[in-house]
């Protein structure tokens, strides 16, 4: 296959400061400029970083090299020497598949396939929507592996399309090798709205123009837990997106869902996706900052039976992290008021910076010292197409509290 030229990469022979050395022994994947001790030759993006064990002089991880971050080397091999080539990466696709079986065997045709570092693919995802795979770059360092990995994802997974995203920074920076966002780099795309099953209910992610790669998978096993549990309940989904949350519900027999976004668009396509679905329930969507809109319900003292509170990441950065914190203390405050008796409030955060024991410390302590007592039914993290490997890999958690 030959999605990009034939790029040249060379061997860069990388010893590491001791408390770096320390990490990669741990088995973390990445590796700060700043840790880097000794190194053979000036690298470029995608080279073989081989690290030597100060003292015994034995490989003890290989990562590629990455000229324009900060994080310079992305580890893909911890402990022992390997052979990076094609073989190498159909043995990783392999054994990511593995890993989401139980998955692959539910009404589900959309997975992620591999989840950047926690795959040992850093910076690389691949999510699938039924017959379309959506591989998503991060970084520079897989230009030169494309041909050898693309073949495997699509034999692998079966699709007949694959589209290419590329993040922001590799939009902005110059080598892309003639690809761009929202490339079609195999098969065609028919329409940019590709319809797709999870748990049965179905959905729909605009793949060239959606966030991330269309969709946010990651939330599935909360979506059919939500779902199973609103036959004939009124249900709130706050920061709802494309209705991941509200379709669920709806197609589990909820009498009444009100859907809340900033965006038009994406309730736009929350509204589309619950018509892909025979539902009774009524649908209704709130163009509105969540915010304002969850303070104007609780002044109408509307109050639901379910209440799902799924904001974006409030702290991409180090500096945001108490703005975040700050902001889950309002929306579990808010979130308590508009729950019915023996009701559920369900609070999620996608913030890795804001670790889990944190955050359902944050609301807990605001659900009762909004006065309420509650009963916790369930904390749940990251669903199986999302394992985690490293610390900063674990971003999601999800508490079920039913207030009294
Ligand atoms: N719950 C969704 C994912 C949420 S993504 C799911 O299950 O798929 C975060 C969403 O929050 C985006 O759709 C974004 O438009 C919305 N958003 C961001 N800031 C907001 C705000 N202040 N008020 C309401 N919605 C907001």
């Known amino acids: 296959m030959n999605i990009v030229p034939d790029i040249k990469t060379q061997r860069i022979a990388i010893k590491l400061k001791p408390s770096a050395e320390k990490m990669v022994k741990r088995g973390h994947p990445w590796i700060f400029e700043k840790s880097i001790l000794k190194q053979s030759i000036k690298g470029k993006a995608g080279d073989l970083a081989i690290i030597y064990d100060n003292k015994k002089n034995t490989i003890l991880a290989i990562g590629l090299y990455d000229p324009y971050s900060p994080i310079r080397i992305k580890i893909i091999q911890f402990k022992k020497a390997a052979q990076i080539n094609s073989e190498w990466f159909n043995n990783r696709i392999t054994q990511a598949k593995s890993i989401?079986?139980?998955?692959?065997?539910?009404?589900?045709?959309?997975?992620?396939?591999?989840?950047?570092?926690?795959?040992?693919?850093?910076?690389?995802?691949?999510?699938?929507?039924?017959?379309?795979?959506?591989?998503?770059?991060?970084?520079?360092?897989?230009f030169p592996y494309l041909n050898w990995i693309v073949p495997h994802l699509i034999q692998q997974s079966g699709c007949k399309?694959?589209?290419?995203?590329?993040s922001r920074s590799l939009q902005t920076e110059s080598q892309t090798y003639n690809l761009e966002d929202g490339s079609i780099i195999y098969g065609s795309l028919e329409k940019e709205v590709v319809v797709?099953?999870?748990?049965?209910?179905?959905?729909?992610?605009?793949?060239?123009?959606?966030?991330?790669?269309?969709?946010?998978?990651?939330?599935?096993?909360?979506?059919?837990k939500v779902g199973?549990?609103?036959?004939?309940k009124t249900v709130l989904d706050v920061f709802s997106y494309a209705?991941?949350?509200?379709?669920?519900?709806?197609?589990?027999?909820?009498?009444?869902?009100v859907s809340i976004d900033i965006s038009?668009?994406?309730?736009?396509?929350?509204?589309?996706?619950?018509?892909?679905?025979?539902?009774?329930?009524?649908?209704?969507?709130?163009?509105?900052?969540?915010?304002?809109?969850?303070?104007?319900l609780i002044s109408k003292k509307k109050k639901f039976d379910i209440v799902v509170i799924d904001p974006p990441s409030f702290a991409k950065r180090e500096s945001e992290i108490n703005k975040a914190k700050n902001s889950y203390v309002r929306l579990a405050k808010l979130g308590a008021q508009l729950v019915h008796k023996k009701g559920i409030l369900v609070?999620?955060?996608?913030?890795?910076?804001?670790?889990?024991?944190?955050?359902?410390?944050?609301?807990?302590?605001?659900?009762?010292?909004?006065?309420?007592?509650?009963?916790?039914?369930?904390?749940?993290?990251?669903?199986?197409d999302h394992p985690v490997s490293f610390p900063e890999g674990a971003y999601l958690k999800c508490a079920y509290y039913q207030l009294n």
């Open 100 to 142: 989401r079986k139980p998955l692959l065997e539910t009404a589900t045709n959309s997975y992620r396939l591999l989840f950047g570092e926690n795959d040992q693919m850093p910076g690389f995802i691949a999510d699938v929507y039924d017959s379309v795979l959506v591989v998503k770059l991060y970084s520079h360092i897989w």
């Open 161 to 166: 399309t694959v589209v290419l995203r590329l």
């Open 196 to 224: 797709f099953k999870e748990h049965g209910v179905l959905f729909s992610a605009n793949v060239i123009k959606g966030h991330k790669t269309g969709y946010f998978l990651d939330h599935r096993h909360n979506r059919k």
């Open 228 to 232: 199973d549990l609103s036959k004939g």
């Open 243 to 257: 209705g991941g949350f509200s379709v669920h519900a709806l197609a589990g027999k909820a009498k009444e869902v």
């Open 264 to 296: 038009r668009q994406a309730l736009e396509m929350a509204k589309d996706n619950a018509s892909l679905n025979t539902h009774s329930g009524r649908h209704t969507i709130m163009v509105a900052d969540a915010f304002e809109g969850l303070q104007g």
């Open 347 to 384: 609070l999620a955060s996608c913030s890795s910076r804001v670790v889990a024991e944190e955050f359902f410390e944050i609301c807990e302590d605001n659900i009762s010292g909004y006065g309420r007592s509650f009963t916790l039914l369930d904390k749940t993290y990251h669903d199986v």
